[in-house]
């Protein structure tokens, strides 16, 4: 359970000056009773953040459009200041940065920091939405698993509900049975689903950051790579992505994390309107991005992309073997 500190101010020391007669006398004792009487004044709470993508990517704009919100409902109370994406630190370095005080707020995907806290690979293998993970209590027990684990706050869940597929430069090949082959195949690996690749497809893995795999792909290192259902065209990968694999599988493991100490010293009101825009961003970023993906595959279908679907039999294993793998690695 989170515990929220409430801290304790001073008043400013007062200095003290000598009496210049009966007039200055009293006009001290007045301002020093009106200083008494005076709440204190905290100054405006300011919090450093970066994001895990570059800026031109679907996600990236979703997190600065919450830390926009945020900032407007909070003005002249805190204040978020973005220092960047992985230009300014490293894309998987930013989860320890943020347990480390180096920075103070982290948008990125629960899987890479799944080495600390393992239980980001049920978020990545659930089925459900942040919403709806709010609401059954799994949030709150994921920000208690932060803060034991990691010394974090998990402010949300955001962007969340969006599927992966399997996509590939070359037709994949499919066996006997209807279910996707990869065996041969240059794959990009990731934390959010090697598991997946190398223990159940049987896949070895190339592991390289998304900010890599456009050149990778130009030059044919990699052939087949998990993504979401939205952004291959922000960050232009459809020049060489030809191929959607079905069925769909995982989702979006989307989190902002703040250092714990850091929201600590926070006052009560920044934490209060924080949270309520982290909320907001939770529900309005599911609907938002719902809408995307159907716009977006169409394009793809129009951009002479094409999805080659397993058989049922093999898309009910496929999915299986996907959940199966996180929640073992798990």
Known sequence: MLTIFKRLHRCAPLSRTGLLGGMATLLLSASLLASLSMSPVRAQDRISAVHAFPA??????????????????????????????PEAIGMIEQPP??????????????????????????????????PTARKNGATELLNQIHQKRMGTVLLGWMDSGVRFNLWATRAPRLDASGHIDIKGYKV????IYNAFLTNYLGAQVINMNAGELYTA????????????????????????LKFRIGPDFFSTDLVVIMNQ?????????????????????ESDSVK??????????????????????QSAEASRRFIEGARGASLTRM
């Open 288 to 309: 938002q991005l719902a809408d995307l993906r159907t716009r977006e595959l169409a394009e793809l279908d129009k951009r002479g992309v094409k999805f080659v679907a």
């Open 188 to 191: 990009r690996g990731s934390p």
């Open 261 to 281: 100490r850091k929201w600590n010293s926070l006052s009560p009101k920044s934490r209060e309107i924080l949270q309520a825009a982290a909320l907001r961003h």
């Open 217 to 240: 792909l130009e030059r044919g290192t990699v052939e087949i790579t998990g993504w979401t259902q939205i952004g291959a065209m922000d960050l232009n990968w459809d020049r060489y």
């Open 56 to 85: 031109s990517l679907v996600y990236s704009r979703s997190f600065l459009e919450f830390v926009k919100n945020a900032n407007e409902a909070g003005k002249g109370v805190f204040e978020i200041q973005v220092r960047g994406g």
């Open 97 to 130: 940065a943020a347990r480390d005080g180096v920075v103070d707020m982290v948008y990125t995907a629960c899987a890479f920091y799944s080495s600390i806290v393992p239980e980001c690979d049920a978020v990545s293998s659930t089925q459900i939405d942040g």
